[in-house]
């Protein structure tokens, strides 16, 4: 008997080599390589996908531009991110770190569709109906349009989306999806990219969205499929910590709406509950006359979020003194107190820095670099920050405060949340115009903005 022809599959990115390696050269990954057997692959007919058999180049003004339809969810974080609604045919998938939400976020837009008379379907092929039913009751979700099957076998569950033909489908989760058609184990490469593209023939081929969730490995992306993220239109990412209750919902690619925009939701006892207004969700927690808590105006995407900075500045009792950062990035932190040091004659070489954003969100632009020396010198000189000031600028090497993007869009959001002062870069504070009740106190240097702090 003949061996069965094998070869080896990046499970990152899908390149196929005949021997064994331990790089990717398609990815550059390390140890992705696993052995499949090879499976004649039928190349299927162009016209498979819905495009022309006989593509003629036309010129771009002769295209008809038509706007897909799309409706509406009614949860407006949901819509928000895919930039206005669920355009149809489009496949949507939906990634995140294991117990983050992605099933209980998927199933209460399920019921939501469901609650408007629109037969939905949700294919579980990683918990059993039970499950899925206790869930539900938890979320209080019973509606008579929300179908759920639990199945696992592509072949099945694509003849049940035919046959029932539901307005919309979630499939949970793509890596458990097989095809009986190939040899390899569920959750590899082969597997994924088969019954990826096959939903997404049906969903473009009927018209009807797909929503697909992947899992994010450790490593942080979702496993196999990033050749899934180039074939669906869109990859949302469920963010958060499962230590803290927010949940932040990004889209990373949207073949119809922008990037820029994100969702904030809160886990609760009965699911996830849009955040409206995630500045005060926050900021609720705000103890105003402790020293070293400084409130900066930062950007997600389009969106403007008040954020806690809190410092801690204790002497160092051993040793190196210990750089902490929760939230924003620790060797940017290390920057700014060397610029501290040198420009402002503040002594930190023998004290224990320790920053933290509080609730647990992550903020990655510069704009907070004035915020974060603000809190590390009210803590330091034990000298509490006014609670009614809000504090955003880039610090350059030089001590000097640089402009940032947006900053009308952030003073508005702290003159709406009740600040009556903000601390800025001047150069913006010369721009930023139509700001009732809120007074501008522009700086160039940190020298001067110490000077307006305390
Ligand atoms: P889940 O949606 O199963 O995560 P995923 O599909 O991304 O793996 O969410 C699991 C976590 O959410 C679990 O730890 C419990 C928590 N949870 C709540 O806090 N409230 C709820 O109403 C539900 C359904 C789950
Ligand atoms: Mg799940």
Known sequence: MTKAKTHFVCQSCGYQVPKWLGRCPGCQEWNTFVEERVVEEKVPERDLLGFETEAVPTPITEIVGEERGRFQIGIGEFDRVLGGGIVFGSVILVGGDPGIGKSTLLLQVMNRLASK??????????????????????????SEHLFVVSEASLEKILQDIQTNRPSTVVVDSIQTIYSSELRSTPGSISQVREASSRLLYLAK?????????GHVTKEGFIAGPKVLEHMVDTVLYIEGETTHAFRILRA????FGSTNEIGVFEMKDSGLVEVVSPSEFFLSERTESTSGSVVMPSMEGSRPILIELQALVVPTNFGLPRRTAEGVDVNRVSLLVAVMEKRLGIHLN?????LNIAGGMKVEEPAADLGVISAI??????????PEMAVFGEVGLGGEVRGVSQSEVRVKEASRLGFKRCLMPKQNQEKVKGTKGIELIGVRTIQEAMKALF
């Not at 023998?350 to 320790?354: H, M, P, R, S, T």
């Open 117 to 142: 008379g629109k037969r939905v379907l949700y294919i579980s092929g990683e918990e059993s109906l039970q499950q899925t039913k206790m869930r539900a009751d938890r979320l209080g979700i019973s």
């Open 205 to 213: 081929h009927l018209s009807i969205p797909i929503f697909l969730i």
């Open 377 to 386: 010198a009210s803590n330091f000189k034990d000298k509490v920050v006014d």
């Open 252 to 255: 990373v690619k949207n073949r």
């Open 350 to 354: 023998n004290q224990d820095i320790f």
